[in-house]
Each structure stands twice: as C-alpha cells, then as structure tokens.
C-alpha cells in the first residue's frame, strides 16, 4: 500500500470552490482509497492506494468534477518527496510564518523567473518545488502562485511551513 500527501489547487479561497472536507472524505472513502485524513479546509489529504499517484490523482480529479463540478488540478507526493522537500528548504526557518513551498506538477528546468518588486522575497526553483522566504509577508509578495504558474507554464499550489510540517507528521504517524 502506498501513503501519499494529496494537495488540491484553490478550493475553499473566499468563498470559491466550496468543498465540505468530510464530503471530501467519503467521496475519497467510496473510491477505495484507505486511511483517508484531511487537514484543514484548504486541500490537504493524506491517503493509501495501491495505484500510482498519477492515478490517485486522475481518480480523484474525476470524481471532484463530477461530485462537485469542479475542475481542481490534483498533486500527489510521498512522504519520503515531501520530507525530502521540508529538509531541502535553502532559507531561514527561523520566522515560520514568512516560509513557503510552492509544489508544481512537473519538474522544471528553470532556475530563475522574472519577477518584477519582488524587494527582499527569495525564492529558488528545484525540480518540482519553488522554495519561498516572503519577510514582506504572503499577502504583499509578487511571488504567487498564479505568476509562478505562469512563469513556469506548470500548475502549482502552496503550502506555508506549518502545513507542510504537519502534513508530514500526518504522513509518517
């Protein structure tokens, strides 16, 4: 059985693409999927399969649309990538509501994207994830996911340290 760390794209964001997380649940439940968590409303599961994530994901990305009528790309890690990902991270942790990791659904070449007033924000692009230190606070940066999305032409979501970490407790309890 494989364990994976599920992430959906925009759903519960001001009032848009409402979804009920044990709506959710049972949905995931009736699937098949086993160990089936959520946590917190923003799209967080952690689950097992026998299938593949790339599976997982079309499984789940096809059964929102037509439970929900929602078209939300789906991301899928282990926990073996994701703590892989939250040991990786190049910045300071020391001010944890100021981290973020931004997952992609496919690895990138880029290293580098341009990013107009971003001041004192850092970011650096590795593979499939685009590690952020924003000490101007995530609701001035310019790095959101939208222009990182559009800049790197690949579909991302993110996460703030706290979540990150406690998917992964979620993950490997």
Same mark, same amino acid.
């Given at each position: 059985m494989n364990r %994976?760390?599920?992430?959906?794209?925009?759903?519960?964001?001001?009032?848009?693409?409402?979804? @009920?997380?044990?709506?959710?649940?049972?949905?995931?439940?009736?699937? $098949?999927?086993?160990?089936?968590?959520?946590?917190?409303?923003?799209?967080?599961?952690?689950?097992?399969?026998?299938?593949?994530?790339?599976?997982?994901?079309?499984?789940?990305?096809?059964?929102?649309?037509?439970?929900? $009528?929602?078209?939300?790309?789906?991301?899928?890690?282990? @926990?073996?990538?994701?703590?892989?990902?939250?040991?990786?991270? @190049? +910045?300071?942790?020391?001010?944890?509501?100021?981290?973020? +990791?931004? +997952?992609?659904?496919?690895?990138?070449?880029?290293?580098?994207?341009?990013?107009? $007033?971003?001041?004192?924000?850092?970011?650096?692009?590795?593979?499939?994830?685009? %590690?952020?230190?924003? @000490?101007?606070? +995530?609701?001035?940066?310019?790095?959101?996911?939208?222009?990182?999305?559009?800049?790197?032409?690949?579909?991302a979501t993110t996460?703030?340290?706290?979540t990150t970490k406690?998917?992964?407790?979620?993950?490997?309890?």
């Open positions: %994976y760390i599920i992430l959906l794209r925009g759903i519960n964001v001001s009032g848009k693409n409402k979804l @009920p997380m044990a709506e959710l649940r049972d949905m995931l439940n009736e699937l $098949g999927f086993q160990n089936v968590q959520t946590y917190i409303q923003s799209g967080n599961i952690i689950l097992e399969s026998k299938e593949t994530k790339e599976v997982v994901c079309q499984k789940i990305k096809e059964a929102i649309a037509a439970k929900f $009528g929602y078209d939300l790309p789906v991301l899928a890690r282990t @926990p073996e990538e994701w703590k892989s990902t939250l040991e990786s991270y @190049p +910045f300071s942790q020391e001010n944890e509501k100021i981290v973020a +990791f931004t +997952f992609l659904d496919r690895v990138t070449k880029e290293s580098v994207i341009e990013v107009k $007033g971003i001041n004192e924000d850092e970011y650096k692009i590795v593979d499939d994830v685009v %590690y952020l230190l924003c @000490p101007s606070g +995530f609701g001035k940066t310019k790095l959101t996911n939208s222009v990182i999305e559009k800049k790197l032409k690949a579909t996460r703030n340290l706290k406690k998917l992964l407790e979620l993950a490997t309890s």
